[in-house]
């Protein structure tokens, strides 16, 4: 699961054992995606969601930052648009039609 931090205008995250940088300026486009999962185990089942972060850079690079829950992942895409206030946020019809040739 992802660790990211968003810091003085710079996405961080590690790609082992490697310490990444994407600067927040150069995304243009970030949305959520949830993932319901059912588990079952020896004494009974569960489920859970997994939340992931998509992000787009100017360069048509995508990374994937995913989550245990979606709280955090709803954080972390908070925190970007804090950083970039210019980029585009959600998975709308009129931002696939825009970034979809990225």
Same mark, same amino acid.
């Given at each position: 699961?992802? #660790?990211? &931090?968003? =810091?003085? !205008? #710079?996405?961080? *995250?590690?790609? $082992?054992? $490697? +310490? @990444?940088?994407?600067? /927040?300026?150069?995304? %243009?486009?970030? *949305?959520?995606?949830?993932?319901?999962?059912?588990? #079952?185990? @020896? @004494? !009974?089942?569960?489920?859970?969601?997994?939340?992931?972060?998509?992000? +787009?850079?100017?360069?048509?690079?995508?990374? %994937?930052?995913?989550?245990?829950?979606?709280? =955090?992942?709803? =954080?972390?895409?908070? #925190? +970007?648009? =804090? /950083?970039?206030?210019?980029?585009?946020? !959600?998975? &709308?019809?009129?931002?696939?039609?825009?970034?979809?040739? *990225?």
């Amino acid at each position: 699961m992802a #660790k990211v &931090t968003v =810091e003085n !205008g #710079k996405v961080l *995250y590690r790609r $082992f054992p $490697f +310490l @990444c940088e994407l600067p /927040a300026a150069s995304l %243009v486009w970030a *949305y959520l995606q949830q993932e319901d999962v059912s588990a #079952k185990m @020896c @004494c !009974g089942s569960f489920n859970a969601e997994i939340g992931r972060v998509v992000v +787009l850079d100017r360069d048509g690079k995508r990374k %994937v930052f995913q989550f245990e829950s979606m709280q =955090e992942a709803r =954080e972390l895409l908070a #925190k +970007l648009e =804090e /950083a970039n206030p210019d980029m585009a946020v !959600g998975y &709308t019809q009129e931002n696939r039609k825009k970034f979809e040739s *990225y």
